[in-house]
């Protein structure tokens, strides 16, 4: 399979590089707004090509910035091609002449094509790309206000009677929504005319290679998700329950049953993918807080991914002691509701980032209310007024379990989630009901949640973990990848001082 | 003999990294003291905390000449990281001035065109990282646009020493490197195995 060659994004203005947004022109800070610094960055990044559009250029129907794109060419090793205000046989002579490895042809490949056809026979077929905007499966050209008219195929039909090889097409509706490129649109331009080079524009980021690869994109420009980009990556974790240091797990908080040791079942885990743990401490005897240490300790010194230790948290001292013994955060439940003001006390002592609120909700005649004790006592607290105070308080994530959905493998309640979701500006762990694959999609996409938690699925096999995330990812969620190949080699183990 | 050293200032969980260290079976002191800092062969400077609050701890230590004086490799994490450059928002701290630049709270409105998004801050999670200095030796048997565990609402901008790129609404400083400084905003110690990976990097300079 051929590689799909990313080509970084550059908008230039006044010499400034700069971003679109929603029609307005604001300078992009990034890197002190130098679009030679910018270039030698992406070059740093290991890019070949650099995608130019001269914004100026582009109004005014002439190049407005050919001294910088003059520089770039110049101080970097990049090869540039640039769009924006190319309308006559030379200014392309200029630009190539200039060192430009490739240019850019919007409105003058319809108004005029016998220029493009004279100068593809002048420079060669590879140094002139014609750029193609398809908006509601139609053509419109760049500088032009109305549509053509023509479906792609047609154009690209006539486009090639002058010699076209090299196509760039920006999908209008992709770009500038976070959805990713058209890829079914390449996938049919491609297998419709595989003698084109195809670049693909709009909505494309790194997560977006594997996909236009196989279709067989030849390159791949990427603007926006340099300048505006998240990749932060929803989550998927496992909870385990533990009693007396074993694990267990049952449905709807009764009838436990054992499933293996915590420290064991967390490296197990961990080398699977999972991206944080959630460990639930139900036991109830005297010495619960060093039995909490205890295993926080061992799991720490076990696994190098985040996790999070819960169950009968009421003191800020029990927050510190799993804290300290190694947790990277807490879960408080109970406690949350009796004693709203622990979480004020644990988010200043500690940082939001380490306090967690786990919250039981059962649906009520309207909402939901909130159930403590394992879900034996009703508070009567209204769920999304509980969530509101604890985000208030300092709270650092919220994790949503259901007892009505707890266990039954039905599903997360989606429409308890969404309404956590209207109120919550943390992040939102989706809990209680997973049992399908499609449940873990389903709270994400519908539900809003930044993370999704199960527990049987994952410690009876029914799925594991790479398998949700493999499902997820497909689904066109962002998960991180996750590298099986280096543990199979292991870190090489640095020089013991000597 | 020389060690390598793990900065304990007081004010920060050291305790995660030393659990990775170990994991790497590395032989390593913690140490607050600035005459052990200066002898140490190797110095990680893991930060977690404020940073105005840290720096001072680092005044009144005489921990910040220490660290500026080293020409033994440096690897600041996180807040350690942060305060390797000029300056901090984050309670208008004045930096150990080592790399240029004034390190930043995240704008929280993300917006992609018509699409605006508000960002949680703190970031807390994976995040992706584009590699930007493909010989940079932390990187080794790191695969390129890896994720690694964030946990920050400050970020540093991107600058002439940015070695590796994330993007939260914005771009910006994931890894620096400058002579023998080098720093993640990450935690390499909760990034799991390309963590691991990059600690051992580090141990084999």
Redesign the interface.
């Known amino acids: 399979m051929k590689k799909t060659i990313f080509i970084p994004a550059i908008d230039l203005i006044g010499g400034r590089c700069v971003r ?3 029609g307005a022109y604001d300078a992009c ?4 707004s130098s679009p030679i ?1 910018m270039a ?2 992406f070059e ?3 890019y070949e090509w650099l995608h130019i559009i001269d914004l100026e250029g582009a109004r005014a129907g002439e190049l407005k910035n050919l001294k910088i794109i003059r520089e770039i060419v110049a101080q970097t090793s990049l090869k540039v091609q640039v769009g924006g205000g190319i309308r006559s046989l030379s200014a392309i002579k200029e630009l190539l002449n200039s060192g430009v490895a490739r240019v850019l042809i919007g409105s003058l490949a319809v108004k005029e094509p016998d220029v493009v056809a004279q100068a593809i026979q002048q420079f060669g077929t590879e140094r002139i790309a014609v750029a193609m905007d398809v908006r509601g499966g139609e053509v419109c050209i760049s500088g032009w206000e109305e549509k053509t008219g023509l479906a792609p195929e047609i154009f690209v039909e006539k486009m090639k009677t002058l010699g076209v090889t090299v196509i760039l097409c920006t999908d209008i509706e992709s ?4 959805k990713g490129p058209n890829v079914e649109l390449y996938a049919r331009l491609v297998r419709e005319f595989p003698g084109i080079k195809w670049i693909a524009a709009g909505g494309v980021s ?1 997560r977006d290679r594997e996909r236009l690869q196989q279709v067989g994109v030849d390159f791949a420009v990427m603007g ?10 929803k ?1 998927v974790i496992p909870c385990l329950d533990i009693k007396e240091g074993r694990v267990v797990k049952g449905a709807s908080f009764t009838n436990l049953k054992d499933a293996g040791d915590p420290v064991k079942l967390a490296a197990f885990y ?1 080398r699977e993918g999972a ?1 944080e743990l959630v460990f639930l401490d139900i036991t109830a005897t005297s010495d619960k807080r060093k039995m909490v240490a205890d295993l926080a300790q061992r799991v ?2 076990a696994i ?3 996790f999070t230790i819960g169950g009968g948290i009421s003191t800020v001292e029990d927050v510190k002691n799993a ?2 013994a ?1 947790a ?1 955060k807490v879960s408080i439940e109970s406690a949350a509701v009796l004693n709203p003001g622990l979480v004020s006390e644990a988010a200043a002592l500690c940082g ?2 380490a306090v967690v609120i786990s919250v039981s909700p059962r649906r009520a005649k309207s909402g939901w209310e909130i159930f403590i004790k394992g879900g034996r006592e009703n508070t009567g607290r209204d769920l999304v007024e509980f969530l509101r105070e604890m985000q208030e308080r300092g709270a ?2 919220i994790l949503l379990n259901s007892v009505d959905e707890d266990g039954q493998g039905n599903g997360y309640d989606l429409e308890m989630l969404k309404a956590a979701r209207d109120v919550l ?3 939102l762990i989706a809990s209680s009901g997973a049992g399908e694959l499609e449940h873990f999609y389903d709270g994400i996409a519908q539900g809003g949640a ?1 993370a999704v938690l199960a527990a049987s699925v994952f410690h009876y096999g029914k799925f594991s973990v790479q398998e949700v995330k493999n499902y997820l990812s497909t689904k066109g969620v962002c998960m ?4 099986p190949a ?2 199979k ?1 292991g ?7 000597s | ?4 050293v793990v900065i304990d200032y007081g004010a920060g ?1 050291v ?2 990294v030393c ?2 260290l ?6 390593y002191e913690i140490s607050g003291d600035p005459k052990i800092v200066t002898q140490a ?1 190797k110095v990680i400077f893991p930060g977690v905390g404020a940073a105005g609050a840290t720096m001072a701890v680092l005044r009144e230590r005489g921990l910040d000449e220490a660290i500026r004086g080293l020409r033994v490799p440096v690897f600041g994490i996180c807040l350690g990281m942060q305060l390797l450059f000029e300056k901090s928002e984050e309670g208008d701290t004045k930096g150990l001035g080592i790399l240029p630049g004034v390190v930043k709270k995240f704008n929280a409105i ?6 605006s ?4 801050i ?7 990282v ?5 010989k940079s030796p932390l990187i080794k ?7 690694f ?3 920050h609402s400050y970020a540093a ?4 020493f ?2 590796g ?7 910006f400083t994931a890894m620096i490197q400058k002579d023998n400084f080098f720093g993640t905003q990450f935690h390499p ?9 990059l600690l ?1 990097n580090f ?2 300079l």
């Open positions: 679109l947004t929603q800070t990034s890197y002190d610094q030698r960055l740093r990044m290991g770009d500038g929504m976070m790194f926006k998700a340099f300048y505006e980009g998240n990749f932060l990556a989550r961990d991206d720490s010194k190098s991914i985040p804290l300290q190694g990277d939001s980032q650092g994530e500006t943390i992040p930044d991180r990848n996750f590298s280096l543990y080699k870190v090489p183990l640095p020089p013991r001082s | 003999m020389k060690k390598i969980n305790k995660s659990n990775a170990d994991r790497l079976d590395a032989l062969k993300q917006r992609w065109e018509a699409v998004t508000t960002l949680k703190p970031q807390i999670g994976w995040n992706l584009k590699f930007a200095d493909s048997d790191i695969p390129d646009e890896s994720y565990y964030f946990v901008p991107l600058c002439e940015t070695t790129v994330a993007f939260y609404g914005q771009p110690e909760k990034s799991g195995d390309v963590g691991q990976q051992g141990l084999n």
